[in-house]
Every structure is written in structure tokens, then in C-alpha cells.
């Protein structure tokens, strides 16, 4: 959990207990140095030797894990000092040698960057997971409608920017769309905002937008030029540095950009099957009946089908697992978007293989009265290995066929969940009507037809070398 919130810049102030302070490094039983082990995987931690220095502490802590880069905070209590006592009083949080995370862009590179957009031809923005936790998506939106610039969306920047805008061209990366990957192929200025270039994003480094100059608009100092040489950094809030763009920026006209990719996609149409009980044909029938889902989705091909098929057009409303890929992040993250936001419909797609890494957490929701809905695709493998090892290993199956023998609607309701099982078409609308319109914990096992392979695929040198 802290690795996978570290990676996708996620806020969390874990509590951690303990053995008593005479017996840390003697090998106490149930002894783990935790510190340690979780220094790479966390912003800070800290492990307290005083009760009274909680307070603070814990203030502290929560102020690291949500400024700047947010991010895992851990803070570890051993069992004496829990058992303290100490006086309670007002804390004034000091200001923390060494880290002051720039907020508002230099004026001289935002200006700079004006200057590289009003003279670009092929423009592009890509937005990723940086946008929403700035809470920038509304001055991207300005600022793509006023400059007239296409955006594309890494996995963890699917909400930042409305999935059905005419200027929205989609997924980017190892599994993006068409148009998408060779809008950042063909384009000659690309603007970056809250993204660190993954490898699922760029595919090959030596390839990526040869043709581009790059601006590159981060929080964080470390992520400039780290997977992708830039040719013009902004360090700072994005909300802050793409307010002033979209308010300084003339009007601008890239019809002829715009058009080119267009005849792109309609040449390059995804190719999901939308009848029968499959995961697009799923994905459309639930964004018919409810278009103001939270969706959660845990780790596989289910993962990619719902980027690519359930249109988001709302802030915050999709939640994944994007730089680690964690199976069985999907129910646990649902839970926690429930109780954050109590009053959405929250709705995790998950898989056979995913959902079986933390079914148990089922009980956890039935137990504390947290209704979540969980759409298993269940295709009786695990999907995305199955589909390497179709495409790269001869059709040589190993280990990832899961079989038929778990029941999950069954195991739902042995959780006091409502189970449910879908197996033909016209089951699928009814059923997930039903499940929306209740206040308990709902799991429909959807039992797939069609167990096609996501595309496209990047396989080659380039974002433009596919399988689709």
C-alpha cells in the first residue's frame, strides 16, 4: 500500500505500532524495523521515542503527506510510549528545514513557454495524475479551449480532462489509443503537465516525440528531465502555472492539426466487442445507466478496457492503480473512496485474479455498512499475462489459467454481501440497476464470453509500431 501510494503521488499518513523502546534491535518478537524498510517507499517517517512529541508530529505528517509532491508519510509508535501520558495543547506547526516546495512558476519560464505556444503548429497537452491532485483541471480545460490544443491523458490523468471534450484524443502509451500516440509522434510542442514520463506512457525513450520541444510542468524538481530530456522546466502548482497560460494566451486556430488527427481516429476506431456479456459491452451499458460513477478499477486488462471504454468527465471520479499495477488495490481503494465521498456511487471493475488478492475486504465494508459495488470481469485467467504470453510466447500458457472453481457471488454473500452472477446479455442492465439502487455491498460475478485481448498494444521501437 505506502509503495503504491508513493508511486502515484497519493496522500497517507500511516500509524504504525511498535515494540516496546528497550527491546528495538534486540529481535523482540513481532520486531520489524519498519523505518527502514519503508525509507524508500515513503516521503518521510518517523519513529516516535516520546509521547509528547505526538502532537507534532502528527501534524507534521500530514502536512508532508499533502503539500508539495504529495505522497507516505509513516509514523511508527512503540507499545510503551503508546501506554504515556502527556498533556495535550495547541500546536503551531514549525517550518521544516529544507523543504519549501515551489509553488508559483518562474515568470521568466512561464513566459517563455507563452512564447513556445503561440508559435507552435502541432500543440499537444498531456495531462497526467499531477492535474487532479492540483485541482487544475478546469484551467487545463481554459487553457486547451482557448489555444485550441489537443490532450491526451496518461492512466492516472483519465480525470483530468472530460473523456468526451472534442479535444480529448485519449489513452496514451503502451496500451493508448491511435490517435493519442501519434498526436505526441507528429506533434512539435508538447506541454506536460503532472506527469514523470513513465515507461507505460512513453514506450521506447529513444523514440518518444522526436519531432517535439517539450515544456514540462512539475511539483516536483526530480522528475525534470529524469526519463525525458525537456527543453523548457516549470517547477511549481500546475493550478497556479496553467492559470496563468490559459489567462495570458491569445486565442488560437490548429483546425488543421485538429482535423489531421481526427481522420486519425476515425481510421483507428477501437475495436471491443459491444455485444454479448464482454467488458466494453459492460463498460457501455453501465456509463448508459449512470454517467456520475466513481470508478475505482483494480490491476489487468479490465484495467485498460475501462480507460479506454468508460468515458470520465468529472474530477475525482476515477481512481487506479497506475505506477506499481497493484492486483487487489481495487475493493480496499473503493472502501476508501466511499467514506471519503459517502454521498457517490462507487463502483470498482475488477478481475478473477485481482479481486481473489483482497476479497476478504469484502467482510471490512459489509462489517463497517460502506456500500461499494464490485463488477468482476471474469474471464477464468489472468488476463494480461495471458494475453504476453498469446502474443510474445507462441500461445504457451503458464500459469495463469485460474479455472471455474470459485463462486464469487457465493462468496459474497457468505460475506453478508449481495451476490450476483451474470452469464447472458440481457441480464446485464437489469442486474446492475438493481445493484445501483441499493445501499448494501454488491458483487456481480460477470462471466465473460468474450475473453479478447486489449488493444492496441505497443509492440515495436515507437508509440506508432501496434498491434491493434
Request: glycine share 8%; charged share 20%; with cysteine.
Amino acid at each position: 500500500g505506502l509503495a503504491n501510494a508513493y508511486m502515484d503521488s497519493s496522500p497517507v499518513v500511516a500509524i504504525t505500532g511498535q515494540v516496546p523502546r528497550p527491546m528495538i534491535g534486540n529481535d523482540a518478537f513481532q520486531e520489524v524495523d519498519i523505518t527502514g524498510i519503508t525509507l524508500p517507499i515513503t516521503k518521510h517517517n518517523y519513529l516516535i521515542q516520546q509521547a509528547d512529541l505526538l502532537p507534532s508530529t502528527i501534524e507534521e505528517a500530514f502536512y508532508l503527506a499533502s503539500s508539495g509532491r504529495k505522497g507516505p508519510v509513516l509514523i511508527d509508535i512503540p507499545k510503551d510510549v503508546q501506554l504515556e501520558e502527556f498533556s495535550s495543547k495547541d500546536i503551531k506547526r514549525q517550518p521544516l528545514e529544507g523543504y519549501n516546495p515551489t509553488i508559483k512558476g518562474h515568470p521568466g519560464q512561464v513566459k517563455r513557454a507563452l512564447n513556445l505556444i503561440k508559435n507552435a503548429e502541432r500543440p499537444l497537452i498531456i495531462a497526467g495524475g499531477g492535474v487532479s491532485h492540483a485541482e487544475a483541471n478546469e484551467e487545463l480545460r481554459l487553457l486547451s479551449e482557448k489555444g485550441d490544443i489537443p490532450v491526451v491523458y496518461t492512466l492516472m490523468g483519465k480525470a483530468a480532462f472530460p473523456n468526451l471534450h472534442n479535444n480529448c484524443l485519449g489513452l496514451i502509451g503502451y496500451h493508448g489509443r491511435v490517435e493519442a500516440n501519434t498526436a505526441i509522434q507528429k506533434s512539435d510542442l508538447i506541454i506536460a503537465v503532472g506527469t514523470r514520463f513513465g515507461d507505460r506512457s512513453t514506450g521506447p525513450l529513444n523514440t518518444f516525440a522526436a519531432q517535439a520541444k517539450i515544456i514540462h510542468i512539475d511539483i516536483d524538481p526530480a522528475e525534470i528531465s529524469k526519463n525525458v530530456a525537456v527543453n523548457l522546466p516549470i517547477v511549481g502548482d500546475a493550478k497556479n502555472i496553467i492559470g496563468q497560460l490559459a489567462d495570458l494566451l491569445p486565442p488560437v486556430n490548429h483546425s488543421e492539426w485538429r482535423n489531421f488527427l481526427k481522420k486519425v481516429a476515425q481510421e483507428h476506431p477501437l475495436k471491443g466487442k459491444m455485444k454479448g456479456v464482454t467488458i466494453p459491452n459492460i463498460l457501455r451499458i453501465l456509463f448508459e445507466i449512470s454517467q456520475d460513477l466513481l470508478i475505482v478499477t483494480d490491476v489487468g486488462k479490465h484495467q485498460i478496457f475501462t480507460a479506454h471504454y468508460f468515458p470520465i468527465q468529472k474530477s475525482r471520479s476515477f481512481i487506479t492503480s497506475g505506477g506499481l499495477g497493484t492486483m487487489g488495490f481495487g475493493v480496499p481503494a473503493a472502501i476508501g473512496a466511499k467514506t471519503g465521498q459517502p454521498d457517490r456511487r462507487v463502483v470498482t471493475i475488477s478481475g478473477d485474479g485481482s479481486f481473489m488478492m483482497n476479497c476478504q475486504e469484502i467482510a471490512t465494508a459489509v462489517e463497517e455498512n460502506i456500500p461499494i459495488i464490485v463488477m468482476i470481469m471474469n474471464d477464468y485467467c489472468l488476463g494480461m499475462i495471458n494475453q504476453l504470453q498469446d502474443i510474445f510466447y507462441g500461445k504457451r500458457y503458464r500459469s495463469c489459467k485460474l479455472g471455474r472453481t470459485v463462486s464469487f457471488s457465493k462468496l459474497a454473500e457468505s460475506m453478508g454481501a449481495q451476490g450476483m452472477r451474470v452469464a447472458k446479455e440481457k441480464e446485464i442492465a437489469p442486474t446492475v440497476e438493481k445493484a445501483l439502487s441499493t445501499e448494501r455491498v454488491c458483487v456481480i460475478d460477470f462471466a465473460l464470453e468474450d475473453t479478447s485481448n486489449v488493444y492496441p498494444m505497443v509492440t515495436g521501437s515507437s508509440l506508432l509500431e501496434y498491434i491493434e
